[in-house]
């Protein structure tokens, strides 16, 4: 029994890890969902500018993980601004289906450009890969260790932010309305940038967490994960940022916690992605408006 | 590698024709009903895994591995498909995106079913290697006997199977080339253009939208059964999400909405690629094989971003039936 308990509680860990790298790029992705109207397909992309320039600050200039990992998310947002400027406002007009077939080519030309600079072979972080750590009974990895801690102050702090500030609140109403919220009165164009400096760095730290959580990665570390940050964006409503935080928790905790062997038996873990796929299409089927979101025409 | 080789030129050929079947699904789907399907390669891996798994442990017959494979297909399509139609269009780009992503990994993981990460060959376990194209190849070689008399010395197992590909590609780009004339097809342009204006005259657009992804889900296994067919071995790394957008640039390279330029892109698509290898002078001989892939690749997505951005009804294309009003 206890074998069970012990089992459960490290799921746990790993769900809350999982979870809080999907809600914390899913915030970003939901965000610039709702204010560019288009699914921006090199997201899981921008996840591994994140994790390789945090690398090279980690390995190649000696510094620690936090210098490593706020270097990495400045160069993702200061990319996401780019973009911003160079493809997606310029081609906003083009319509959705067009500029997401841009943001495909977007992520192949970052992920091959990685792969020619970097190399493909696996990298990994300037912390032990080998050492455990023994907190009650659930092991962590130093690596996971850091990825937990981080969660437990950004996303309360992202929370805040969109909660309490004015610049949050704009962000949010954008995303939820566009039109409306420049009748209110709120500078759109202005909004617009600060949402990709938010989501550019949230998925800056995101890349270096899921990096640390797994502990070795290559130039396709971001793609993998991108169809779990679209489950996490739909799931929580597309254009809500709350909906996206809780989601994203929720979802990395179901992953996780699925596989628990108390659950008869559990599902085996291969099954994980499936198990997330299944979401979305019955998600899709039954709430497409999402567990969040307001019924309105999608 | 000399560049007159003329079973290289012959591959080439075949790869070509393969990539025509496949973006003619995409046109039919993108081009004409302006649905966003990223997951176009999973048709092709279903229906590949489907085929060879039948074949290889039931010992079915090729025209019913065929048929199942194609099936396979098509229920998939529907699975994407009935969730997603009726929301709007992005939807659908992450429901796909999603759908290969999932196929992939399963192709990876069931072992004991696709064989794992070494694919094909490992269908019968490790111990024995598992073949699905006797058949295939029994049939190749009939015809090649048939052809000698007309071509003589060049009438090898691949120029028949160059002569099969493109017979049907060919067979292919003529129905559709009906069907987007008729009725049916003005019907999806309307739809792409304004939906609810197709809706408001009484057409079940989410009908046509369904009827269109399943027939490029036959086409998208159409083609993952050749290239399976022509290869003769695949694993789940020849599904990468990026083969989808291959057919993509085909699309845009030919003329977005111009059905006949379809196989122009095509080739012009398989001889960048392909040509590629012949690159070798100084100083792109510094970069190695390794790293050129990448470059490859890296070419195709500047290449999307660009043309979709300066000329999004394609090199061919009609600009004035794309852009309307924007």
């Given at each position: 029994m206890t074998a069970l308990l012990e089992q459960l509680v490290q799921l746990a860990v790993n769900g809350l890890i999982t979870g809080s790298i999907l809600a914390l790029t899913g915030v970003g992705a939901s965000l610039v969902f709702g204010i560019q109207r288009v699914a921006n397909f090199a997201h899981g992309d921008y996840l591994t500018i994140g994790a390789y320039v945090?690398?090279?600050v980690n390995i190649g200039f000696h510094q620690n993980l936090i210098v490593a990992a706020l270097c990495g998310m400045l160069a993702t947002a200061l990319f996401a601004v780019v973009a911003h400027f160079g493809l997606f406002r310029p081609l906003r007009a083009r319509g959705t289906i067009a500029v997401s077939l841009i943001t495909v080519g977007l992520g192949l030309v970052i992920r091959d450009s990685i792969f020619l600079v970097a190399g493909s072979q696996v990298r990994a972080y300037a912390v032990s890969q080998s050492d455990v750590i023994q907190i009650g009974f659930v092991r962590l990895s130093p690596g996971q260790t850091v990825a937990i801690a981080v969660a437990l102050v950004v996303a309360p702090a992202t929370t805040l932010f969109l909660a309490r500030t004015r610049l949050g609140k704009s962000m949010r109403a954008v995303a939820d309305n566009r039109d409306l919220a420049a009748v209110a009165g709120i500078d759109v164009e202005r909004v617009a940038v600060y949402v990709w400096i938010l989501a550019g760095g949230l998925a800056g730290l995101g890349g270096v967490m899921l990096a640390l959580g797994q502990g070795a990665f290559d130039p396709n570390l971001g793609v993998a994960p991108l169809f779990l940050i679209?489950?996490?964006?739909?799931?929580?409503?597309?254009g809500s940022a709350f909906g996206a935080l809780a989601a994203g928790l929720a979802l990395g905790l179901a992953m996780e916690m699925s596989t628990w062997s108390g659950l008869f038996g559990g599902v085996d873990s291969r099954y994980k992605p499936v198990l997330a796929f299944l979401v979305l299409i019955l998600l899709l089927l039954y709430r497409p408006q999402g567990l969040f979101g307001r019924a309105r025409v999608l | 590698m000399a560049i007159f080789n003329a079973p290289f030129w012959t591959f080439v050929g075949v790869i070509a024709g393969i990539y025509t079947i496949l973006s003619l699904g995409l046109f039919l789907q993108y081009a004409m009903a302006g649905l966003p399907n990223f997951g176009h390669v999973a048709f092709m891996a279903l229906a590949a895994y489907t085929m060879a798994f039948l074949v290889i442990r039931f010992g079915a017959p090729m025209p019913v591995a065929i048929l199942a494979g194609l099936t396979a297909a098509v229920l998939f399509s529907l699975l994407l498909g009935l969730p997603s139609l009726r929301l709007r269009a992005d939807y659908l780009a992450i429901v796909t995106v999603a759908g290969g992503e999932v196929v992939r990994y399963l192709a990876l993981n069931l072992q004991?079913?696709?064989?794992?990460?070494?694919?094909?060959?490992?269908?019968?376990?490790?111990?024995?290697?598992?073949?699905?194209?006797?058949?295939?190849?029994?049939?190749?070689?009939?015809f090649s006997r048939v052809l000698r008399p007309l071509f003589g010395a060049l009438a090898s197992r691949d120029f028949a199977m160059l002569l099969i590909v493109w017979a049907i590609a060919l067979v292919l780009l003529g129905l559709c080339w009906v069907m987007v004339r008729s009725p049916w097809g003005r019907v999806l342009r309307s739809i792409r253009e304004d939906e609810n204006a197709a809706a408001a005259v009484g057409k079940n657009v989410f009908g046509y939208k369904l009827q269109v992804l399943v027939l490029g889900a036959i086409l998208g296994g159409a083609a993952g059964l050749l290239l399976a067919y022509e290869i003769g071995v695949f694993s789940p790394d020849d599904y990468q999400p990026t083969f989808t957008f291959y057919a993509y640039l085909i699309l845009i390279l030919g003329g977005m909405t111009r059905l006949w330029a379809i196989p122009l892109g095509a080739i012009l698509f398989g001889l960048l690629y392909a040509g590629t290898r012949f690159l070798d002078f100084y100083p792109l001989s510094l970069i190695d094989s390794g790293a050129r892939a990448f470059l490859r690749l890296w070419a195709v997505g500047l290449l999307l971003i660009v043309?979709?951005?300066?000329?999004?009804?394609?090199?061919?294309g009609n600009r004035r039936e794309l852009l309307l009003g924007r």
């Open positions: 945090a690398l090279i679209f489950t996490t964006v739909v799931l929580g409503g597309i | 004991d079913i696709t064989g794992g990460a070494i694919g094909s060959i490992g269908m019968l376990g490790p111990s024995r290697l598992a073949q699905y194209n006797t058949g295939w190849d029994a049939m190749l070689a009939g043309l979709m951005a300066i000329r999004p009804q394609g090199l061919l």
